[in-house]
């Protein structure tokens, strides 16, 4: 039975989750220590563990080393510290002194200071489903330095070796998964630019060298932080090995005292059997079912204007394309940049968000209005946390965006950050968006913010740093707020592409862009690589025109629409230039995608075969007694015919109809020998095939 028990004699925690076992326990100095992560233990055999303590250390190996839960700087601890307090009087280090605990529900809290200094520190451990949620708390009664303060320190079992997955990439490209043996010493994974970042994501996934897609252990961690980050893997070479991870980078120095706590991100971690497969799956439901604010919705069929328009936006073209948008099937329809101030470019106008009057005479309420009346919902593109030096707003406050007294103000993209970790900043912000969304009806958001931070500082201030905390929570309390005061609003997350993805922002967001290109062939690896710790549910995937402003590439529409139908579907072409023959497609298309839609966005995954250099590449949801495969030969070659397609998720007791050519299958054919795909001849060949379990 899932839940936490406390032995007594024992000073041991054992926590329960659906199918896994987490257990702490106070040593003899009241340091927190690991005892076991893994499958479900009763307390009497986790009891047996601690029972199987190493001896102490000789001075120069010890075989504990390694094992705390947070492991904090002081005393004869070397490992990778997650806690490193400095006190005004120069000391260092923290000593462990416990206190109480308190437990509701899944939810154990675990109450320390220090025995010299007034600092207070809380861990806290929750379970949902077998994803455990750790994060602490820090307070003290005088003034304290903190150079770090990671959310938890994760200690793996012992394995035959380890190897590690996690993603990276850059603009463009970005979570390309990476699998490779975990290095001795210290790995650190992070992003030093005050977003999650487009060059790599907060979560790692570690196995022993031999796990596959459908088989073996899998252990993981994943941040809820849209700032600077850092995950940090130790193994040593007694082979243990640590992840600890939360917010910060080096050089930044969070401040605790009296009125000034410090809570950290929550850290999650996740053990499952079954392969990375599972261990998706299992990450999935948890950010359907805890983490996105409206998990049971179906996301709807967006067209969004950006292609077809740049920066030349008027009224009456905004018209005709949610016309066309409309008549298509399109359910929501997004304006984008352009559309405010004097932004007639990328140079000017970003800051000053009032309607520009020469595009929209009588304001944005004709074409809100037009569009809901075509049956589509409208959304707008905004970027608030960001001015250009062009703009009135910086011209009124200068002293808004980050910046050092006697340093130059960094610009990419002709843009400046504003600081939103300064309340007036912030208030100002919610107050136009606020207006903005009440005023209009405006049901959607793209939020953007299209560079990172720099010069990220506040003259006067005497806690510069705070801003790299400060500004991240701000913009969670802006989203929270407007969710509140607007229920019907919905959110997506945008950071030129991927750099804003993380279980921070999708607590906020009902969707997230995985990537500015749309290339059918590279998003196939985007997606890819998304897919290992977030769902489809939230990862918007557009078609867009040929070639391919990305990489130039002309791939056919079909492709194109096949492989976005297989996240949430939007499109971003001009479809006022598109032929009558390609708009009866999408219109098809975008049918079979609202009947196939709750499969996709709250089906299981399946990844059948990932993307290779120009192989197949597979994927399927299964959802109840409905499934969804897809499959794209990215290039033909010597008429080599196409093998069967083993799928997943199926019960091979069942039989499965192929609606649309009326064959029937087995499961257990289709789970043992495969599924014949049928595809078209030639390069790009793609095809979507549905699958219903036939009533007994």
């Known amino acids: ?297 179906l996301r709807p069929v967006l067209y969004n204007s950006w292609e077809a328009t740049g920066f030349e936006v008027s009224e009456a073209g905004q018209r005709a394309l949610a016309e066309r948008a409309a008549a298509l099937g399109v359910e929501l329809f997004v304006l984008d940049d352009g559309w405010f101030g004097a932004r007639t470019g990328d140079h000017a106008g970003l800051g000053d968000w009032h309607v520009n009057r020469e595009r929209f005479p009588d304001g944005l309420q004709p074409l809100v209005d037009a569009v ?109 707020r407007l969710r509140e005061d607007h229920p019907g609003l919905r959110i997506e997350a945008c950071s030129g592409g991927g750099g804003r993805i993380d279980l921070g922002v999708l607590a906020r967001a009902d969707q997230v862009w995985p990537s500015d290109n749309t290339d059918a062939l590279d998003r196939l690896r985007v997606q890819h690589g998304y897919s290992q710790l977030y769902p489809a549910r939230a990862m918007s995937a557009w078609v867009t025109d040929n070639p391919n402003f990305v990489t130039g590439r002309s791939v056919p529409l079909r492709f194109r629409f096949h492989v976005a139908m297989a996240g949430v579907l939007g499109l971003g072409g001009d479809i006022a230039r598109w032929p009558e023959a390609d708009l009866a497609f999408a219109r098809e298309m975008i049918a079979r995608y609202r009947d196939i839609r709750p499969v996709v966005q709250h089906g299981a995954l399946h990844r059948l075969r990932p993307p290779s250099d120009d192989g197949l590449v597979a994927l399927q949801y299964v959802l109840g007694d409905r499934s969804v495969v897809f499959a794209y030969r990215q290039a033909a070659h010597f008429a080599e015919p196409d093998r069967p397609l083993r799928l997943g998720g199926l019960d091979p007791a069942e039989r499965y109809l192929d609606p649309d050519s009326g064959t029937t299958h087995s499961g257990a054919v289709l789970l043992a020998h495969g599924l014949r795909l049928g595809l078209p001849t030639g390069d790009f060949a793609s095809t979507v095939i549905r699958l219903e379990r036939i009533p007994r």
């Open 1 to 297: 039975m899932a839940g936490i028990s406390y032995l007594d004699d024992h000073r041991t925690w054992v926590l329960t989750g659906a199918a896994t076992t987490y257990a702490l326990r106070l040593d003899e100095d009241d340091v927190p220590t690991h005892v076991y992560w893994g499958p479900r233990l009763s307390p009497p055999e986790v009891v047996e563990l601690t029972a199987k303590t190493l001896p102490r250390w000789d001075g120069f190996n010890d075989p504990n080393e390694g094992l705390d839960e947070l492991a904090a700087d002081g005393g004869t601890r070397y490992w990778t510290p997650a806690l490193q307090l400095r006190f005004a009087d120069g000391t260092r280090g923290l000593e462990w002194r416990y206190e109480t605990h308190e437990s509701t529900g899944n939810h154990l809290e675990i109450f320390f200071a220090d025995r010299h200094y007034p600092v207070r520190l809380t861990l806290h451990y929750r379970f949902r489903g077998d994803v455990l949620e750790r994060w602490t708390e820090l307070s003290a009664d005088t003034d304290v330095e903190v150079a770090r303060a990671d959310s938890a320190t994760w200690v793996l079992p012992v394995l035959e070796d380890y190897r590690l997955s996690h993603a990276t990439g850059r603009w463009a490209a970005e979570t390309q998964l990476r699998r490779e043996a975990v290095p001795h010493g210290e790995t650190v994974f992070g992003s030093r630019r005050g977003i999650t970042s487009h060059h790599a994501n907060p979560w790692v996934m570690v196995d022993d060298g031999t796990a596959t897609e459908r088989h073996g252990e899998v252990y993981g961690v994943a941040l809820a932080w849209s700032g600077s980050w850092r995950l940090t893997t130790t193994r040593s070479s007694t082979g243990r090995l640590t992840i600890s991870g939360g917010f910060g980078q080096d050089g930044v120095v969070h401040h605790v005292g009296p009125g000034k706590p410090l809570t950290t991100p929550v850290a999650a971690g996740l053990r499952t059997d079954g392969g990375f497969g599972a261990a998706s799956r299992a990450w999935h439901a948890y950010v359907r079912e805890h983490v996105l604010p409206h998990p049971g919705e």
């Open 372 to 480: 809901h009346a075509l049956g589509m919902k409208f959304g707008l593109w905004v970027e608030p946390e960001m001015v250009n030096p062009d703009s009135d707003l910086y011209r009124a406050h200068p002293d808004w965006v980050l910046h050092h007294a006697h340093r130059r103000r960094s610009e990419l993209r002709k843009q400046l950050v504003l600081d939103f970790a300064r309340p007036d900043v912030a208030a100002w912000a919610h107050s136009w968006l606020d207006r903005l969304v009440g005023d209009h009806g405006v049901d959607f958001l793209k939020w953007d913010m299209n560079r990172p931070f720099s010069e990220a500082g506040r003259p006067g201030e005497a806690d510069q740093d705070r801003v790299w905390v400060e500004h991240t929570r701000a913009v969670y309390a802006i989203l929270d």
